[in-house]
């Protein structure tokens, strides 16, 4: 078993920033590729970005290439999700996840773990 526990959420402005962690227990962090995803109410929970259990690879999603960054410290068993030049179509809550069998966790259906979720607010 794993637990995500996802913090950094907030109101912010266009244009702001945010960076959401997730801190993870359980087994070891290394063991999982991890991802976030968010969802906005009345959409499906859509993959933002993902990082390999090395940290050597990444994904984006084009709404977000450029001023989202996603990094993981494994001593910490942590992920972070750094957003920039936030817009208001951001807004939604912010899922940490864990896949354990994936390269990279892109696929709802493939997440063995979720966080609770951590909402995100961007006002115009």
């Known amino acids: 078993q794993v637990q995500l526990v996802e913090s950094g959420g907030g109101l912010v402005q266009a244009g702001g920033s945010l960076r959401l962690s997730c801190a993870a227990s359980?087994?070891?962090?290394?063991?999982?590729?991890t991802g976030w995803f968010r969802q906005a109410p009345g959409k499906e929970r859509e993959s933002v970005a993902a990082?390999?259990?090395?940290?050597?690879?990444?994904y984006y999603a084009d709404s977000v290439k450029g001023r989202f960054t996603i990094s993981r410290d494994n001593a910490k068993n942590t992920v972070y999700l750094q957003m920039n030049s936030l817009k208001p179509e951001d807004t939604a809550v912010y899922y940490c996840?864990?896949?354990?069998?994936?390269?990279?966790?892109?696929?709802?259906?493939?997440?063995?773990?979720w966080g609770q979720g951590t909402q995100v607010t961007v006002s115009s």
């Open positions: 996840a864990a896949d354990s069998t994936r390269a990279l966790a892109v696929s709802r259906t493939g997440v063995d773990y």
């Open positions: 359980g087994r070891p962090f290394s063991w999982y590729a």
């Open positions: 990082i390999s259990r090395s940290g050597s690879s990444t």
